[in-house]
Nanobody, 124 residues
Framework: QVQLVESGGGLVQAGGSLRLSCAAS????????MGWFRQAPGKECEFVAT????????YVADSVKGRFTISRDNAMNTVYLQMNSLKPEDTAVYYC?????????????????WGQGTQVTVSS
């Protein structure tokens, strides 16, 4: 089994920055591509960003393009989400996800493992 633990969430003013981290443990060797999703109250789970196992292939949602950056450190079994120029509409619980395939994916059903989520709140 694989365990994913997110950290780095919190309260920030609009225009500010946060960096989320997601550390994998357990059978981390089975992890391929990883991704970030978010869910705001009363809304469906939304894709944010994904990165391939090698880190070469990256894809981010249009809603965060130019503001959010995904990266990973395989030696540390950790994936990051750097969030800049945050907006109130970015407020949500952010979830880290991992899949055994090394190829990126944008649909939540494509992921095998999920973290417990970390709250990000952006005040106006």
């Amino acid at each position: 089994q694989v365990q994913l633990v997110e950290s780095g969430g919190g309260l920030v003013q609009a225009g500010g920055s946060l960096r989320l981290s997601c550390a994998a443990s357990g059978r981390a060797i089975s992890i391929g591509a990883m991704g970030w999703f978010r869910q705001a109250p009363g809304k469906e789970c939304e894709f944010v960003a994904t990165i391939s196992w090698s880190g070469v292939s990256v894809y981010v949602a249009d809603s965060v393009k130019g503001r959010f950056t995904i990266s990973r450190d395989n030696a540390m079994n950790t994936v990051y989400l750097q969030m800049n120029s945050l907006k109130p509409e970015d407020t949500a619980v952010y979830y880290c996800a991992a899949r055994t395939s090394r190829v990126t994916a944008t649909k939540n059903v494509s992921y095998d493992y999920w973290g417990q989520g970390t709250q990000v709140t952006v005040s106006s």
